[in-house]
């Protein structure tokens, strides 16, 4: 009982004017800062930390916190509106939500996205509320090891996210993987892959970029080349009936957004991890135990639900081991925690006792914030579809300059607006050679924290390989991850068998 007197306390917090104001202000901030392609909640938080110098430190928080789950609704908006991801934690969303919206139903893309974050927003607070201390326990428990099991988990869904084309998907793996290399060396510092000392290369290839270039560029010419003059990106309409209509059709998305709401949370708190690796996995997971894998790529609302709630509830989750233990979650709570340094605040367990008014603020001021975001994302949807009814000739260049905008923001290097048309180029001619684009895109994420991972656990263990299975959660994990992979193989001698007994 003792939680619910301190929430409640909490709620006296957030609902005092200045930090009612300072949420509701921060969703609608956030959710611009998200639709941009390129900016992020990273960047939003990190241009507006010096604005929370006017303001106590527990208003401070409360407005920043506002403006990253304000982020991480509006990544979905460019997503599925324009095929550009807004940011990193929005990409698996493109997947679906653009093809959706091709086929007219924006509208039902964009409450589907909304709701889920909604729901995995809210899953993730109330166990960040009732299971703080023993999640950051469980959290301290995953050493390299584990993580490095638990990318394997991930890759093993690829092979469902390339259709029945394992050969396809698998080059389109190593591709991804191959690029994730691309850099200095994690351990000696050399530069690998660098394509004859070209220094853009020394920082390696940013994900934005490759994923802007295939979904954004790659789309606008596969759009030109497949609307044979017609220039009609989408017959999209927006009627309160179909707004209703859309969150009608959560029921079939339920299983996929409670997938993505624990699985986000669980790899939210996880040190270093972050949101993005989250919302990947709960796609490829939401498509493995989906009836319909098949359509997933091609407009399936599960598709948008299972990476949107994963990001919210990621986002939520990466806050946990700021708080209690002063290892930021993610890109973004790592700048959360230098203002709180900053507001002369410690993190840690004490923090929960020696400044309850701050925790227990910013906990209740993520319940309001989650559902404003929501109301202002649901209100919003008309001014979004507006966007899909702008001519093709008007869009293509809009299009064209966000994704310029977007490559150049994260690094500010012109070498990466070039490379960013690259991949462009070679994400049109996948297209047309119906190789899966997905896959590559989400190794290139989880490659460097598989390759970090798999390289601390054999300098610990001498290089003993069995470090992965010896230990009890990463052997476990690892066993799942094989049997995945193997799934494919047993199925296709199964159905050579059946073959010979019919024939």
């Known amino acids: 009982m003792e939680i619910f007197s301190l929430l409640i306390e909490g709620f006296t917090i957030a609902f005092e004017p200045l930090n009612l104001g300072l949420v509701i202000f921060g969703c609608a901030l956030g959710l611009f800062i998200g639709a941009m392609p390129g900016l992020g909640s990273v960047n939003g938080v990190a241009i507006l930390l010096p604005m929370t110098f006017l303001v106590p430190p527990t208003s401070a928080i409360i407005f920043l916190g506002a403006i990253y789950y304000g982020a991480m609704y509006g990544g979905a908006i460019s997503s599925i509106m324009l095929g550009i991801p807004g940011a990193s934690t929005a990409v698996a969303t493109t997947f679906d939500g653009r093809p959706m919206a091709l086929k007219g139903l ?3 893309a964009l409450v589907t996205a909304a709701t889920a974050s909604f729901i995995g927003g809210t899953i993730s607070i109330i166990l960040f509320t009732l299971f703080a201390p023993p999640l950051a326990k469980v959290a301290l428990a995953f050493g390299a090891a ?22 396809k998907t698998l080059f389109s793996i190593f591709i991804g993987l191959v690029l994730s290399a691309v850099g200095l060396d994690i351990i000696s510092g050399q530069p690998r892959l660098i394509f004859g000392d070209i220094t853009g290369f020394m920082h390696g290839i940013n994900f934005l970029v490759l994923a ?4 954004g560029i790659g789309e606008m010419l596969w759009t030109i080349e497949t ?4 220039m009609t990106v989408s017959q999209a309409n927006v009627t309160f009936r179909r707004i209703v209509d859309g969150f009608r059709t959560l029921r079939r998305t339920f299983k996929a957004t409670m997938i993505g709401s624990f699985l986000g949370y669980f790899v939210g ?3 270093a991890a972050g949101a993005t690796p989250g919302s990947l996995m709960a796609y490829g997971v939401a498509k493995t135990v989906s009836r319909e894998p098949e359509t997933f790529g091609k407009g399936n609302p599960e598709g948008v639900a299972a990476p949107e709630s994963a990001n919210n509830a990621a986002s939520t989750g990466s806050m946990l081991p700021m708080l209690t233990l002063g290892i930021p979650g993610s890109p973004t709570t790592a700048i959360l925690l230098g203002g709180m340094v900053i507001w002369g605040l410690e993190p840690g367990p004490m923090l929960f006792v020696e400044h309850r008014d701050f925790v227990w603020g910013l906990i209740a001021s993520l319940y309001v914030a989650n559902a404003f975001a929501l109301l202002i994302n649901i209100a919003f949807i008309p001014a979004f579809i507006w966007v899909l009814r702008l001519p093709f000739t008007i869009l293509a260049p809009l299009i064209f300059i966000l994704c310029i905008v977007g490559g150049y923001g994260p690094t500010q290097d012109m070498h990466d607006v070039w490379l960013m048309l690259g991949f462009g180029v070679v994400g049109y001619l996948l297209r047309k050679l119906d190789y899966p684009m997905a896959p590559a895109v989400l190794a290139i994420v989880l490659g460097p924290l598989a390759e970090i991972s798999m390289r601390q656990s054999l300098l610990q263990s001498g290089g003993n390989v069995f470090v992965f299975f010896e230990r009890p959660i990463s052997g476990t994990i690892m066993v799942i991850a094989i049997i995945l992979f193997l799934l494919p193989l047993i199925k296709l001698v199964r159905g050579m068998l059946g073959r010979k007994a019919t024939g």
């Open 106 to 108: 924006a509208d039902q």
């Open 269 to 271: 708190i996880l040190p």
């Open 212 to 215: 802007i270039g295939i979904y």
């Open 146 to 167: 584990e993580e490095f099991a638990l990318m394997m988990l991930a890759f093993a869904t690829f092979i469902g996210l390339g259709g029945d084309d394992i050969p």
């Open 227 to 230: 609307s044979k003059g017609e």
